[in-house]
T-cell receptor, first 113, second 114 residues
């Protein structure tokens, strides 16, 4: 089982749609969780951290379910500019995993007019 | 000003050659990393350095040798390049390690081994 798994998609949605991505992680000792965004042929950039209580940043909402070991990202009112690959990222601590960020394969989102 | 800069952006070379990729950050961060993104888009950590000290060394062939002359620089030297080394290599930095900190990435080096 991969350490961090995501549905690679692609998700093709019209502008204005609501879309959700899920991600599962295998290491129950994982401490920190993030969503990064990567545009085509560009470097990844932090979109948002994911907190236990869930958190929102504008049209983006992130949720964490520790019991089931999954993270979600909800995008409301999709814009054309949201088209990108969304990377689920987990930071594990302890032993040889200290400080190591593990990236999922990414979920491709395409928003069309 | 570019926060994390890596050079070159593109590198095309023959099998068996030796090449280097340079990385510099002007953010005052303590920790720097090298990541490899393969054709399937998986980003995998290769190395990380904290204040010039090697902290993480994943299962990477010893043909890959990182060097950190100071905490603002982390270079990657690759000996005897192989076809399978073709990928995009990203340098990154963070303020601290293991604190759930934000990673700042360079724009990547596309390495093509022919």
């Amino acid at each position: 089982r991969k350490e961090v798994e995501q549905d690679p998609g692609p998700f093709n949605v019209p502008e204005g749609a609501t879309v959700a991505f899920n991600c599962t992680y295998s290491n129950s000792a994982s401490q920190s969780f993030f969503w990064y965004r990567q545009d085509c042929r560009k470097e990844p950039k932090l979109l948002m951290s994911v907190y236990s209580s869930g958190n929102e940043d504008g049209r983006f909402t992130a949720q964490l379910n520790r019991a089931s070991q999954y993270i979600s990202l909800l995008i409301r009112d999709s814009k054309l500019s949201d088209s990108a690959t969304y990377l689920c990222v987990v930071n594990s601590r302890g032993g040889t995993s200290y400080g190591k960020l593990t990236f999922g394969q990414g979920t491709i989102l395409t928003v069309h007019p | 000003d570019t926060a994390v800069s890596q050079t070159p952006k593109y590198l095309v070379t023959q099998m068996g050659n030796d090449k280097s990729i340079k990385c510099e950050q002007n953010l005052g961060h303590d920790t720097m990393y090298w990541y490899k993104q393969d054709s399937k888009k998986f980003l995998k950590i290769m190395f990380s350095y904290n204040n010039k000290e090697l902290i993480i060394n994943e299962t990477v062939p010893n043909r890959f040798s990182p060097k950190s002359p100071d905490k603002a620089h982390l270079n990657l030297h690759i000996n005897s390049l192989e076809l399978g080394d073709s990928a995009v290599y990203f340098c990154a930095s963070s303020f601290q390690m293991g604190q759930g900190e934000k990673l700042f990435f360079g724009s990547g080096t596309q390495l093509s081994v022919l």
